[in-house]
């Protein structure tokens, strides 16, 4: 078996990484499952006429709780300009509202009651699991959720 060291940062502190020849190729294998299944996902956004930023940032977004605009470029790894052009289509369709946040010069994003019933859409349609898994044992569901779950915690999600 070949393993090969990397060295990765978190918070500025370097760990290392073990990848192993089955590592890589599982990753492929879920990176693949994930690309195949991305049609199907991007065609039921289309139904609400979604981008997927726009999709994945009312994802992001909690009913209860606004959302600075710098929160959510840091949870789409994406800069803040970018945040920027998504919020402004979403708020051109009625789906999301900018309010002052604890600092007036902080602008957050909020739900409006139609973006709430459109992020359920969203919230439902990622939720849906390709048929390749849809179509696995419960046994063998369970087995790659519960793998899974260990292979998501250490990532602090």
């Known amino acids: ?23 890589r190729e599982a990753w492929e294998l879920l990176f693949e499952l994930s690309l195949a299944n991305r049609a199907r996902l991007i065609a039921s956004l289309e139904e609400v006429d979604l981008t997927f930023p726009q999709a994945h940032a009312l994802r992001l977004l909690d009913p209860d ?15 803040a300009s970018n945040v920027t052009g998504i919020a402004d289509r979403l708020e051109a369709r009625g789906l999301v509202e900018r309010r002052a946040g604890h600092d007036r010069r902080v602008k957050a994003l909020a739900l409006t009651p139609k973006g709430v019933e459109v992020r359920r859409h969203v919230i439902e349609s990622m939720r ?3 048929e390749a898994i849809a179509a696995l044992s419960q046994e ?16 602090g999600r």
Not at 1 to 23: E, F, G, N, W
Not at 69 to 76: C, D, G, P, V
Not at 140 to 155: E, M
């Open 140 to 155: 063998d569901q369970r087995a790659l959720r519960d793998i899974l779950r260990r292979a998501v915690k250490p990532a």
């Open 128 to 130: 849906r699991p390709p």
């Open 1 to 23: 078996m070949q393993t090969i060291h990397a060295l990765t940062y978190h918070h500025d502190v370097p760990t290392v990484t073990r990848s192993t020849a089955t590592a």
């Open 65 to 79: 709780r606004p959302l600075s605009m710098s929160e959510i470029a840091e949870r789409l790894v994406c800069d």
